[in-house]
Structures are given as structure tokens and as C-alpha cells.
């Protein structure tokens, strides 16, 4: 699921000049910042039945300039969060924002804005 989720990502042009990616470093990265202007996410699973699965996607958007910041974290839910009854492809039933904040830290000075996202996951238990 989550390279899924990736792929969408790292295939959004916008979204790409937002983060200043580039071929050989899409500046999205699992567990840590490593570049000035980047994403950062974590990925965890909640729950599962065997039917249904839940995860949880921690997305951090890490710029020095707040407002870059915000326009990654737009971007980001216009790419992910589901509408309605509209799945997010065959597996990925739901994508729904369930909070987040930000902060910055004074010694890098970067605004880091916080998004957690639940996905619901079609599971097919053999």
C-alpha cells in the first residue's frame, strides 16, 4: 500500500516543483528530513480483519518557509484524501485526514507541518 501511495506522489508534477525534486531525488523520505525543502512520512498499520485493514500515514512537510510548507501539505491531501465514495485505487479503499499541527525548530529554522492520514485498505487474506 504504501508504495502505492508513493507512486501517486512522486508522479505529481506540481507537487514535484513544490518540493524541488528531481529526477534522482524525489525529497520524499521515510523516518528523517534530509533536504531544506522535503516530505518526510511514516507508516504504521492500526488494524486488520483479514477483510479490511487500517493504516496510519504520518506525513511531515518541511520547508523553511511556512508557506511553502502549507502549499506541499495542500498538495498532498488534494492528492490523497478520497471524496465521497471514490476510492483511491483498487486496494486503497479510503484516504481521510485525522489530524496533525506544526512546529519549528529554531536550530534549523524549519516550519514543519504535521498531517496524519488514515487509509482503509481492501485485505486479501488467503
Known amino acids: 500500500m504504501l ?7 512522486k508522479a505529481d508534477s506540481e507537487l514535484y516543483s513544490l518540493l524541488g525534486a528531481t529526477v534522482s ?6 523516518n528523517q528530513g534530509k533536504a531544506e525543502t522535503c516530505i518526510s512520512y511514516k507508516y504504521s498499520i492500526i488494524s ?3 477483510i479490511k485493514a487500517q ?3 504520518e506525513m511531515n512537510c518541511i520547508s523553511p518557509d511556512y508557506g511553502k510548507a502549507e502549499s506541499i501539505l495542500s498538495r498532498v491531501k488534494q492528492l490523497l484524501i ?4 471514490k476510492q483511491l485505487n483498487n486496494d486503497i479503499l479510503n484516504v ?3 489530524g496533525g499541527g506544526s512546529l519549528f525548530i529554531e536550530e534549523t529554522k ?3 507541518i504535521k498531517a496524519y ?7 486479501r487474506m488467503i
Open 55 to 57: 493504516s496510519k500515514l
Open 25 to 30: 531525488d524525489s525529497k520524499i523520505y521515510m
Open 48 to 50: 486488520s480483519d483479514g
Open 82 to 85: 478520497t471524496v465521497g465514495n
Open 110 to 112: 524549519q516550519h514543519i
Open 96 to 98: 481521510a485526514l485525522n
Open 3 to 9: 508504495n502505492e501511495i508513493l507512486t501517486i506522489l
Open 117 to 123: 492520514f488514515i487509509l482503509s485498505i481492501r485485505e
